[in-house]
């Protein structure tokens, strides 16, 4: 089956810097790709998805590249704010099933 | 305002009890799914569905079942409750292939 990787586990930046999480996917067939952002005491809500017939794809401070070939894609956030505090996840999934696999998580902490 | 909703926030439950964990959306969704979510290990897929009465086996279905009665709701049930099953558990409802909407949560403990 489908096996997520994801990186870094932890992330701390300063405000207004950058934040970049990056995750690898191992089934071929997988061809959409969400992340999921968690805040404390509340279940996951989708921030952005990209599916594989897309290289990049941006909503405002937020971008998720995808490398099929090299089956990995990443979420930037740029000009980070203490409300991006948080736990975000990757997943993916194929075209055959509606089940997502998930990343083992990373929890973002933005400094002031 | 899309909704799922799920029984408790917190359960404290002692080994070997029967538990059941329910979950109702609104939107009319074809998919449930229920995952538990451990630190490291991010969300792992107990059991999903994709119609009433229907259910498939997720990646980690040991020492747990589903029922889905009706469209809108689907529960978990721990037959016998295990140290080893404290953990938090969401539900999510998805059409196929979309956004999966999730509930708050439920953190358990068995004692």
């Known amino acids: 089956g489908e096996n997520v990787e994801q990186h870094p586990s932890t992330l701390s930046v300063q405000e207004g810097d950058s934040a970049v999480i990056k995750c690898t996917y191992s089934d071929s067939a997988s061809n959409y790709f969400p992340w999921y952002k968690q805040e404390l005491g509340k279940g996951p809500q989708l921030i952005i998805d990209i599916r594989s017939n897309v290289g990049e794809k941006k909503d405002q401070r937020i971008a998720v590249t995808l490398n099929k070939t090299a089956k990995h894609f990443s979420l930037h956030i740029t000009e980070t704010q203490p409300e991006d505090s948080a736990v975000y996840f990757c997943?993916?999934?194929?075209?055959?099933?509606?089940?997502?696999?998930f990343g083992g998580g990373t929890r973002v902490l933005v400094k002031p | 305002d899309v909704k799922v909703t799920q029984s408790s926030r917190y359960l404290v439950k002692r080994t070997g009890e029967k538990v059941f964990l329910e979950c109702v959306q609104d939107m009319d969704h074809e998919n449930m799914f229920w995952y538990r979510q451990d630190p490291g290990l991010g969300l792992r897929l107990i059991y999903f569905s994709y119609d009433v009465k229907m259910k498939e086996k997720g990646d980690i279905p040991e020492g747990y079942s589903v029922s889905r009665e009706k469209k809108e709701r689907f529960s978990l049930i721990l037959e016998s409750a295990s140290t080893n099953q404290t953990s938090m558990y969401l539900c999510?409802?998805?059409?196929?292939?979309?956004?999966?909407?999730f509930g708050p949560g439920t953190r358990l403990t068995v004692l």
């Open positions: 997943a993916a999934s194929t075209a055959a099933g509606n089940k997502l696999t």
């Open positions: 999510a409802s998805s059409f196929s292939q979309t956004e999966q909407f």
